[in-house]
């Protein structure tokens, strides 16, 4: 396919214009041409076509080339300008190639038109290609010092040896500090001593090529002394041989979430502790409520049962008549109320806090309880327990056997089961109680419903003393409680 080509020929000499069209066409190229012969043709033809190649006799009887070349260098325009001359001195074509002519040939020797215009051309297309990349260079420049500079998030280019090099508004602001006084620190310098050798360290693997970001949230020192918290990203610039010549550091002011996050956790402590003391309070009013029952009421139901039984023992001694008799029953059935009754606060007293708890300690307590609602519920239960102690405070083993007691209630009332396996064994430094039955199992809507108190209760329990607990089951095949209890609370 032949090769398009526009040329002005600034010719007065027809017979001459046609000998440099009969070259370039030898050459294989498809040509428009149009010649002209002086400054306002030139002008005119510049700026109405686009031309990829300037033909100029040097002498014309109204025009000349050094005329025309400067007509052509006042446009802008990159266009090869050859002269082709059939009088030209030495000294007039060094003027021309200084003067920004790319050639010049003489009419005699026409056979070097066709190589210099490839020449020129393939110049021209390099050259353009050139200013086209150098354009796309800097709008690119421009796009990134704009968003370098505009960006709400702290932006800055730091040396390899870690001095600031360049800071946008952002940083600056955050910091403290002008872009001339950071170009004489080194990121150590505002950045909090707790964090600096995991930044030393993320650094290194940095340059190694070990990550190619480094994240993380941190600490730094404004000028004013104050601490502020940044998100920060940092990636390598590297040269042509892989080598890091700079780094590029994105900080992200983050204190106002950081302030929030800390009310939050000092909220959930205060909530924490509000929740142990009520508990705490909790335990108290039963202990005392317990220690009520069992030493007044059950007293004074003992002294009672004491003296009705003297009464009937009395009225037995006396005269056999029908009134006696009908004495002694109704003595005797008050009897069998007040043994009802005296259970029935031993039962409440127990409930409240079992004292078992308190004096032989959890073990026995969980032993003694399983057994009670074995006998209670007739329910096969089993404990296999592989410790002999449990190391943790008074207070926390309270909370343990609540969770196990509201563990075997929830058995009771929804599992339908008719075995009950419960294990108590020590892994590293905690203690793993397992409550397992073969009952119908617990399903997800249950475990994750709001209105499931009972779950919530005990994991609330838990959490007072730093444990946790899980829940494990699934529809027909049973439930198993695990709870973690961290030793030496």
């Given amino acids: 396919m032949k090769k398009l080509l526009n040329v002005l020929i600034i010719e007065d000499n027809i017979s001459d214009a046609e ?91 026409m056979t070097r038109l066709l190589s210099a215009v490839e020449r020129e051309i393939q110049d021209v297309s390099v050259r353009q290609q050139h200013k086209l990349a150098e354009d796309a260079l800097r709008v690119s420049e421009e796009r990134f010092r704009r968003m370098f500079e505009e960006s709400h998030v702290g932006i800055a280019t730091l040396g390899s040896n870690g001095y600031f090099i360049r800071a946008n508004e952002a940083f600056r602001k955050m ?92 909220s959930r402590e205060q909530l924490k502790a509000f929740a142990a003391r009520l508990q705490t309070i909790r335990e108290e009013e039963r202990i005392m409520i317990s220690r009520e029952l069992h030493d007044n009421l059950g007293q004074s139901l003992t002294a009672l049962k004491m003296n009705t039984s003297r009464l009937i023992k009395q009225l037995k001694e006396g005269v056999d008549s029908a009134e006696v008799q009908n004495a002694i029953g109704q003595a005797t059935e008050m009897i069998k109320l007040i043994e009802m009754d005296i259970d029935f606060v031993r039962k409440i007293s127990s409930d409240l806090r079992p004292r078992i708890l308190d004096e032989l300690g959890l073990i026995p307590a969980l032993e003694w309880q399983l057994k009670e609602f074995e006998k209670q519920s007739g329910i096969e239960c089993h404990l296999d327990c592989g410790v002999n102690k449990i190391g943790i405070e008074p207070t926390h083993a309270v909370g343990v056997f609540r969770i196990f007691q509201e563990s075997l209630t929830n058995i009771l009332r ?16 905690s203690y793993i109680l397992e409550i397992t039955d073969n009952g119908s199992g617990i399903n997800e809507s249950n475990l994750s419903s709001k209105t499931s108190l009972g779950l919530l209760g005990m994991r609330e329990r838990a959490v007072l003393f730093g444990g946790e607990v899980v829940f494990h089951g699934k529809p027909g095949e049973g439930t198993k409680v695990i709870l973690t209890i961290p030793e030496g609370n």
């Fill in 414 to 429: 929804h599992a339908n089961a008719t075995r009950v396996e419960v294990r108590l064994n020590k892994k590293e430094k």
């Fill in 175 to 266: 910091m403290g500090y002008s872009d001339e006084e950071l170009r004489s620190l080194t990121f150590r310098e505002i950045t909090h001593p707790a964090h600096y050798e995991a930044d030393k360290l993320n650094v290194s693997r940095l340059v190694k090529q070990e990550i190619q970001v480094y994240k993380a949230e941190k600490r730094y020192i404004k000028k004013d002394g104050k601490v502020v918290w940044g998100s920060l990203i940092v990636t390598a610039i590297r040269d042509n041989e892989d080598q890091p010549i700079h780094f590029l550091a994105m900080v992200e002011d983050i204190s106002n979430r950081k302030k929030a996050e800390e009310i939050l956790r000092e």
């Fill in 19 to 109: 000998l440099n069209i009969y070259h370039l066409k030898r050459g294989g190229y498809n040509l428009f041409t149009e010649r002209i012969e002086s400054a306002n043709e030139m002008k005119e033809a510049l700026a109405k076509r686009t031309w990829n190649l300037i033909l100029a006799d040097y002498e014309l009887p109204q025009f000349d080339a050094p005329s025309a070349l400067r007509i052509l260098q006042e446009t802008g325009l990159d266009i090869p300008f050859i002269v082709v001359s059939g009088v030209i001195g030495e000294d007039r074509a060094v003027e021309m190639l200084k003067a920004g002519a790319h050639d010049y040939i003489l009419k005699n020797n």
